[in-house]
T-cell receptor, first 114, second 113 residues
Framework: KAGVTQTPRYLIKTRGQQVTLSCSPI?????VSWYQQTPGQGLQFLFE?????QRNKGNFPGRFSGRQFSNSRSEMNVSTLELGDSALYLC???WGVGGNQPQHFGDGTRLSIL | KNQVEQSPQSLIILEGKNCTLQ??????????LRWYKQDTGRGPVSLTI?????NTKSNGRYTATLDADTKQSSLHITASQLSDSASYIC????????????FGTGTRLTIIP
């Protein structure tokens, strides 16, 4: 059974640009959550999607957005990139929603802003 | 404010030795506590998940303990191997959705031969 797949693995962008990251969950999983991981900050919740609907959103500016498709694949978009957006962006999938659902993480997309 | 604190921040031990990582939390209400292992450049991988009623859970050489009264958990690694070198992250879940998961900043473990 294939795991969570995130593409691309690495991205280099400059300030002001925008970027789209992709996440394909484990087959059968309908919930996808996105996290930002930076050194010293740990994982910070961005948003969660279930059945193409955003269920929850973390404390990030509106420049961060996402969506989920009917096949449960998800994308997140960051517009007007800032230096502070440099981070590892992780996607996690689970069968359902709720904190009791085990989450399976992808290997992330490393985003570097120059 | 819900918080998860892990100690030590980093740890270096010799291959074959045992070690214990600590996790203290103030998350309330409490549903479950998870330990993840994250290798450099990879995503976190689940080691154990413990609910309120579980005191101990093992996964091979990894044994997690939970004291819900004192809000403390530990992860004990037995007979360490070079492949155990990674960051270990403690995550506490309340009764709500994934937006309420509280992550610790992790303990960076290095095993030297």
């Amino acid at each position: 059974k294939a795991g969570v797949t995130q593409t691309p693995r690495y991205l280099i962008k400059t300030r002001g640009q925008q970027v789209t990251l992709s996440c394909s969950p484990i087959s059968g999983h309908r919930s996808v959550s996105w996290y930002q991981q930076t050194p010293g900050q740990g994982l910070q919740f961005l948003f969660e999607y279930f059945s193409e609907t955003q269920r929850n959103k973390g404390n990030f500016p509106g420049r961060f957005s996402g969506r989920q498709f009917s096949n449960s694949r998800s994308e997140m978009n960051v517009s007007t990139l800032e230096l502070g957006d440099s981070a590892l962006y992780l996607c996690a999938s689970s069968w359902g929603v709720g904190g009791n659902q085990p989450q399976h993480f992808g290997d992330g997309t490393r985003l570097s802003i120059l | 404010k819900n918080q998860v604190e892990q100690s030590p921040q980093s740890l270096i031990i010799l291959e074959g030795k045992n070690c214990t990582l600590q996790c203290n939390y103030t998350v309330s209400p409490f549903s479950n506590l998870r330990w993840y292992k994250q290798d450099t450049g990879r995503g976190p991988v689940s080691l154990t998940i413990m609910t309120f009623s579980e005191n101990t859970k093992s996964n091979g050489r990894y044994t997690a303990t939970l004291d819900a009264d004192t809000k403390q958990s530990s992860l004990h690694i037995t007979a360490s191997q070079l492949s155990d070198s990674a960051s270990y992250i403690c995550v506490v879940s309340p009764n709500f959705g994934n937006e309420k998961l509280t992550f610790g900043t992790g303990t960076r473990l290095t095993i030297i031969p």
